[in-house]
């Protein structure tokens, strides 16, 4: 047991007290929530009250009483997107550093995945909200460990990527994604070293750092599995990076089994910093004993030889932390079957514009998490939202056009939100961040005290759309899983990863769905001609089924042509994901995208295609919608 000096106290006395201030801080904070969003708004608008955004909009707090600051805001100051800031952000990145949205010096600006949009958005950042972020996630063990007792007392297997190359503004300013900010600064490195349970990871900071992706998947596995009976809990920040981690594993696991055996490091892993983390972390003495156990659990030969691998690799684990809310909950099923069943902890709701949510019901299943509004982290705003204003209309070619996108613009604030509302979330941060719609869409499911608690329902804008139809990613999303239960399972096959795009090259235009076949226990992928293409004409036709009555009126008055399922090559959506890293996406943060914006990625996705089935009909639609034949 470690002592501090002229103390009794130990490092297990202070993290025990850790926890009891930070759950007291979340019980206070939803407990007060209204207060602490005036507070925060005024704290925010007196701190930037110089600043040329708000100014230009009329707003001059000087004077004004602070009970009045939130409605005088809400009256003057416009709910805006990306698109409305984008010139200001612009000046700031090529170099006028006057105070245009922040009275607060920038530190660097967070590059999002563009993985919604289809392209990358920049946002300025402060050395303010990069400590406010880290406050938030030391709130988030003291929670996980109330519900799973024992994570303090283990290593976390946690795989972290920082392979995306940081640039530069054309005023010098660096552009890197929020994640690699965050593993790349001076304070993750200090947590890894400082005994915090929450960051007693197994992967060393060299192969956290390693800019080569195979060297530094290769070596945080090697580091685990020599570990493998310390590893509490396993995860990545998004669900979809463990997938490729179990994938990798699959692939590569003779080779680990080799180093292992000899104790020595892959000819491969030619990084010299990367070698030495491995040296320092696990010794790397030969352990044939290790490697036999670790053959012996990856070399069986049935069709479940990989069920349940985690659990049998990593036999003290007691859950997986990884985001699975969102478009994320489509790989749930490839998790479920790794883990067998492990908890999958959902912790946190973030994105590049701030962290804003904890999940107090870390045990909950995947599709009941729901996340707390912590009310110091930003100021939010809520945009109620009816059926049909959850998605902007897209035109097939992928250029959105703005009906409806600004018809609604009263919010409601953090204490009037109603349970069962959706909302599209608005925020006001601390840099430079008014009224600022995340896209997110989100429905109240319950309260915390004062403070509301959300599912996470959509991203809003990501559809499908040929005409007046509108498909949302969550509509789409169980749409396909519906024909994945039907037909692909009774053949022990499944998908690795899909994506889809409204084609208009014909006429009328068609939803195309790209789908990676895969089979559980086995890293190859289904061959399609192994499969009768009646079973993908059932999966086009089960899919349409599923779809709104709009798309399915629209289908039966040929304004809209059969649904296509393009089978594509093992691999592709890696190179779908190499090809966003190389415009700047980080591994850590990358999500497939749910509907394909971009023309460059249409055409990679057409180039992987081995074959296509169409629906072999119209779906079935009850009368009572008119569709115009003009």
């Not at 929450?198 to 599995?225: F, K």
């Not at 990593?314 to 067998?340: F, H, Q, R």
Request: net charge negative; aromatic share 10%; proline share 5%.
């Amino acid at each position: 047991m470690v002592v501090h000096e002229n103390t009794s106290t130990t490092i297990e006395d202070v993290w025990v007290e850790k926890n009891k201030k930070a759950l007291q801080f979340i019980e206070d904070a939803t407990t007060n929530a209204g207060e602490i969003q005036k507070s925060l708004l005024s704290e925010i608008l007196s701190r930037n009250a110089h600043v040329e955004y708000l100014r230009r909009h009329g707003l001059d707090v000087n004077g004004t009483h602070i009970d009045h600051r939130e409605t005088t805001f809400k009256k003057v100051i416009p709910v805006i997107t990306y698109e409305d800031l984008k010139p200001d952000i612009q000046r700031i990145a090529n170099g006028d550093t006057s105070p245009i949205l922040c009275s607060q010096p920038i530190s660097e600006f967070y590059v999002s995945s563009g993985t919604s949009s289809g392209n990358p958005k920049l946002m300025l950042t402060t050395e303010e909200q990069a400590e406010q972020v880290w406050f938030f996630r030391s709130l988030v063990m003291p929670v996980m460990n109330q519900h799973i007792p024992g994570l303090d007392k283990g290593k976390a297997m946690y795989f972290t990527f920082t392979t995306s190359k940081c640039s530069k503004t054309p005023g010098g300013w660096i552009a890197r994604p929020a994640l690699a900010s965050l593993f790349k600064s001076s304070q993750f490195k200090n947590l890894l070293s400082s005994g915090d349970p929450y960051y007693n990871y197994t992967s060393p900071i060299e192969t956290i750092l390693c800019e080569d992706n195979y060297q530094s998947m290769y070596s945080q596995l090697l580091c685990g599995l020599c570990q493998n009976d310390t590893v509490v809990r396993v995860g990545t920040v998004f669900c979809y990076s463990f997938i490729l981690v179990i994938r990798f594993l699959e692939e590569h696991w003779t080779l680990l089994c080799n180093d292992i055996r000899t104790g020595t490091i892959d000819k491969r892993i030619t990084d010299p910093l990367v070698r030495q983390g491995i040296i320092r972390a696990i010794a790397l003495n030969p352990n044939p004993v290790l490697a036999d156990f670790i053959e012996m659990q990856c070399s069986m030969d049935n069709s479940s030889s990989w069920k349940g691998i985690i659990p049998r690799l990593w036999p003290n684990t007691k859950c997986i932390e990884t985001i699975v809310s969102g478009s994320m909950s489509k790989y749930i099923p490839a998790l479920d079957y790794y883990s067998n069943g492990l908890p999958i902890v959902s912790a946190r709701y973030a994105s590049t514009e701030g962290h804003f949510g904890l999940n107090l019901n870390p045990l909950c299943k995947p599709n009941e998490i729901s996340y707390t509004l912590i009310p110091t982290m930003a100021y939010f705003e809520f945009l109620p939202l009816e059926n049909n204003d959850i998605s902007v209309n897209h035109s097939p070619n992928g250029v959105g056009d703005d009906r409806g996108e600004k018809r609604q613009q009263d919010t409601v604030v953090l204490a009037d939100v109603k349970l069962g509302q959706e909302y599209e979330l608005v925020v006001t941060t601390i840099a430079g961040l008014y009224r600022f719609r995340v896209g997110d869409v989100l429905r109240v499911t319950g309260f915390m005290n004062k403070a509301p608690q959300f599912n996470f329902v959509c991203r809003r804008g990501v559809v499908l759309s040929i005409d007046a139809d509108k498909t949302d990613e969550t509509e789409l999303q169980n749409a396909i899983e519906n024909a994945i239960i039907k037909h692909l399972l009774p053949l022990q096959a499944s998908l690795e990863d899909y994506t889809s795009y409204a084609d208009p090259s014909i006429i009328p235009g068609h939803y195309v769905l790209y789908w990676e076949l895969h089979s559980f226990g086995n890293s190859q992928a289904v061959a399609p001609n192994g499969i009768p293409s009646s079973v993908f004409e059932d999966c086009c036709i089960t899919i349409e089924e599923c779809l709104s009555s709009v798309y399915r009126a629209f289908r039966v008055a040929g304004k809209i042509s059969s649904l296509e399922i393009k089978v594509v090559k093992q691999g592709s959506f890696r190179k779908m994901m190499e090809h966003a890293k190389s415009q700047g996406a980080s591994i850590s943060q990358y999500k497939t995208p749910g509907c394909l914006k971009s023309i460059a990625m249409v055409d990679l996705m057409n180039s992987m295609v081995v074959t296509s089935y169409f629906s072999p009909k119209c779906p079935s639609f009850v009368s009572g919608h008119s569709v115009s034949s003009g």
